[in-house]
């Protein structure tokens, strides 16, 4: 079962344009976590956001849990070629022992 | 450096024939975790370790096998390889498995299964 649904899965846009990402589920999560992957690597983290609301800033990347701790996005403002690569966002569920549950992934692709 | 070693990166086999996919780690970790990623479903847990000689089903074990006999290595093996069994694998480690204790993964092992 899926807990975690991104959208979209693919996004093409043009250098400087504003995007977001959603991470969305029906269940409730103890944490978030964002991680990037590029070609040829792991996925590397970004943040984790832990507190309902919470808004966490990386320059040009702002990231939001949901006040019900069920939902996160991600939005990246004048989006950078450097920018390109897969985003996923990761919950921690708590289910006897903790477990981290990831969406499928969004592959952004910010052309010059 | 700190840093989560996989090898090897690419290995095409065929149906049946054992492998082993290695994992080290040099960060004292206690927690390792193999991950499976395929097109439209993500990461999917395999196996994963909360420490040495302690490992637990992920959501997708079913034809793998793991051992955690020294803390630094985790290996993933395929007793008997399957096509299905054709993914991109990624060996992870933290601290420890709590909240705010991020993942550090591996550069991924890609496998092909004919």
């Known amino acids: 079962t899926q807990l975690l649904e991104q959208s979209p899965q693919f996004l093409s846009i043009q250098e400087g344009e504003n995007l977001t990402v959603y991470c969305n589920s029906s269940?409730?999560?103890?944490?978030l976590q964002w991680y990037r992957q590029e070609p040829g690597e792991g996925p590397v983290l970004l943040v984790t956001v832990v507190t309902g609301g919470e808004v966490k800033k990386l320059k040009r990347l702002t990231f939001q849990f949901g006040d019900a701790r069920k939902d996160s996005s991600l939005h990246i403002t004048a989006a950078q070629p450097g920018d390109t690569g897969l985003y996923l966002c990761a919950g921690e569920v708590i289910q006897g022992a903790q477990k981290l549950v990831f969406g499928q992934g969004t592959r952004l692709t910010i052309n010059p | 450096e700190a840093q989560v070693t996989q090898n090897p990166r690419y290995l095409i086999t065929v149906t049946g024939k054992k492998l082993t996919v290695t994992c080290s780690q040099n960060?004292?970790?206690?927690?390792m975790s193999w991950y499976r990623q395929d097109p439209g479903l993500g990461l999917r847990q395999i196996y994963y370790s909360m420490n040495v000689e302690v490992t637990d089903k992920g959501d997708v074990p079913e034809g793998y096998k793991v051992s955690r006999k020294e803390k630094r290595n985790f290996p993933l093996i395929l007793e008997s390889p399957s096509p299905n069994q054709t993914s991109l694998y990624f060996c992870?480690?933290?601290?420890?498995?709590?909240?705010?204790?991020?993942?550090?993964f591996g550069n991924g092992t890609r496998l092909t299964v004919t």
């Open positions: 960060m004292n970790h206690e927690y």
């Open positions: 269940s409730v999560f103890s944490s």
């Open positions: 992870a480690s933290s601290l420890r498995r709590q909240i705010n204790s991020p993942l550090h």
